[in-house]
Every structure is written in structure tokens, then in C-alpha cells.
């Protein structure tokens, strides 16, 4: 009977600690005069040594979902529970010294490819840096990415946490590396060359045609004339996160739950 006890117990401090964290971080956000509807915290929840991991981890989320608020992301189409989700799994790889930069790229696959579905955000300095189209793999579906896979060959896109990598030019031009961190979800990206390049397929122009952008091997592929300073912005140890609302990746992924 112990036990259950314990478990209760520690459940109802883990909340406590949440509601305490969010009344702070609400009572320091102050309105910015300069623009309407707009705010910034006026002193974030910094991590504290002396504190728990659990509490830096919350401390740090809450601290970047003002980002979400002050950019208006809602209104480019990316969700708060996307946004969240996304802040969860980057936390964790930073405790992990994955990565340490603040530029998080968000690709929401629940989007049809017609849309601006790739996200580049500077947490640190309240910038939304892209907002473009990407690709899914021609074997995850047309319009819409629905069937995604780890295997190679599969020519599917794979879901989850990625650490971007270095640049290179490779057949596909200038190129990025990519690192997938989720072991049995994405974690043979390297063995199966899915990399972020710039395509003709990804742009306007296709969408006009087509009804929807062309598609790639498994690859985010990017519009031509936006690659080279999307890769500059974003490479060499910062997270991506491919995401769609597949109960499979929800089930299956760590970095989320």
C-alpha cells in the first residue's frame, strides 16, 4: 500500500509544481506598446541549478511558449499542442547536449503539402525566420503524408526529433544533414540519405499545376530559391521535428511522453 502512496503523492507535487510555474511565468508577461496584441515576459523562468531537472525542464517551456503567443503562430497555422509537443522533445535533447542552439524547425506533416507546413523559429530572439512549403516522400501519400517509414528504400518520410548536421553539396546541391535521434521511428536517416535540399518541385508554381507540391524519396525537401540560407540558419546541432497526429509515433516516441 506504500507504494501507491508515494506515486500519489509525488503526481500531486509534480502538479502543484506546473500550477505555481505557470501562475509566474502569467505574472511576468507584460504588454509590448509598440505593437497591439503583443507581449513578451518581462523576466523568464530562468533554470536554476540548485533546482530539479523536472523543474528547469518546466521552467523552460513555459518560458518559450510565450514565443508562440508574441509571434501569433496560430495565425501562420501551427498549433499550440504542435508547438508544445515540439518544446517537449527539444528540451530533453538539450538535457541530453544534443543540441544548443534555440532555433527550433517544426514540419507538420497534418497539413496538406499545398500548405506552408515548415516552421523556423528563433526561441531566443521572438523570430519567426521561415515559414515555407516542404516535401513528403512520393510513398507517404499525395496530397496529404499519411504512411510514413524508418526502412530504406521505402521512400516514405519518417517522423520524429532530428539534430540537423553539416552542409555539403551533394546531387541534390547544397544539402543538409540530418540525424534522427528516435531509435526504431527515424534513427536510419543517415543510412537512407534523407537530407533537407532545395527542389523546383516545392514551389507556388506546382501548387498552381498540380493541386499539390511534388514529392521526394523521404527527404523535407524546400523551395530552390529559400534552401542555401534556410540550411545556413538551421545547421549544425539544432532540432527538427517532423510531426503528424499518428497514434503509432505518439505510442512509440520517448522524447514526447
Known amino acids: 500500500m506504500k507504494k501507491p502512496k508515494k506515486l500519489r503523492l509525488r503526481k500531486l507535487m509534480r502538479f502543484s509544481l506546473v500550477i505555481v510555474l505557470v501562475a509566474l511565468q502569467l505574472s511576468f508577461v507584460v504588454a509590448d506598446p509598440g505593437r497591439e496584441g503583443r507581449s513578451f515576459p518581462a523576466r523568464a523562468l530562468a533554470p536554476d541549478p540548485g533546482k530539479g531537472f523536472e523543474y528547469n525542464a518546466i521552467a523552460w517551456s513555459l518560458a518559450k511558449m510565450a514565443v508562440y503567443d508574441s509571434l501569433r503562430l496560430e495565425d501562420v497555422g501551427l498549433s499550440r499542442y504542435v508547438f508544445q509537443i515540439a518544446l517537449k522533445g527539444m528540451e530533453r535533447l538539450q538535457r541530453s547536449g544534443l543540441i544548443q542552439s534555440d532555433i527550433l524547425s517544426i514540419v507538420d506533416f497534418s497539413k496538406p503539402s499545398s500548405e506552408r507546413r515548415l516552421y523556423v523559429i528563433d526561441l531566443d530572439n521572438y523570430q519567426l525566420l521561415f515559414n515555407t512549403w516542404v516535401a513528403h516522400g512520393m510513398?507517404?501519400?499525395?496530397?496529404?503524408?499519411?504512411?510514413?517509414?524508418?526502412?530504406?528504400?521505402?521512400?516514405?518520410?519518417?517522423?520524429?526529433?532530428?539534430?540537423?548536421?553539416?552542409?555539403?553539396?551533394?546531387?541534390?546541391?547544397?544539402?543538409?544533414?540530418?540525424?534522427?535521434?528516435?531509435?526504431?521511428?527515424?534513427?536510419?536517416?543517415?543510412?537512407?540519405?534523407?537530407?533537407?535540399?532545395?527542389?523546383?518541385?516545392?514551389?507556388?508554381?506546382?501548387?498552381?499545376?498540380?493541386?499539390?507540391?511534388?514529392?521526394?524519396?523521404?527527404?523535407p525537401a524546400v523551395p530552390a530559391d529559400v534552401s542555401r540560407p534556410l540550411i545556413d540558419e538551421i545547421k549544425e546541432?539544432?532540432?527538427?521535428?517532423?510531426?503528424?497526429?499518428?497514434?503509432?509515433?505518439?505510442?512509440?516516441s520517448k522524447l514526447i511522453r
Open 237 to 252: 546541432g539544432t532540432c527538427l521535428f517532423i510531426y503528424h497526429p499518428t497514434s503509432t509515433y505518439r505510442s512509440r
Open 139 to 219: 510513398r507517404s501519400g499525395k496530397l496529404m503524408a499519411n504512411v510514413f517509414s524508418n526502412k530504406p528504400s521505402s521512400k516514405k518520410s519518417s517522423l520524429g526529433f532530428y539534430v540537423t548536421g553539416e552542409p555539403y553539396l551533394g546531387s541534390n546541391g547544397y544539402s543538409l544533414k540530418l540525424r534522427g535521434v528516435e531509435k526504431g521511428i527515424n534513427d536510419l536517416a543517415q543510412r537512407r540519405a534523407i537530407v533537407l535540399h532545395g527542389a523546383d518541385y516545392v514551389s507556388e508554381s506546382f501548387i498552381q499545376s498540380q493541386g499539390y507540391i511534388g514529392r521526394s524519396l523521404g527527404c
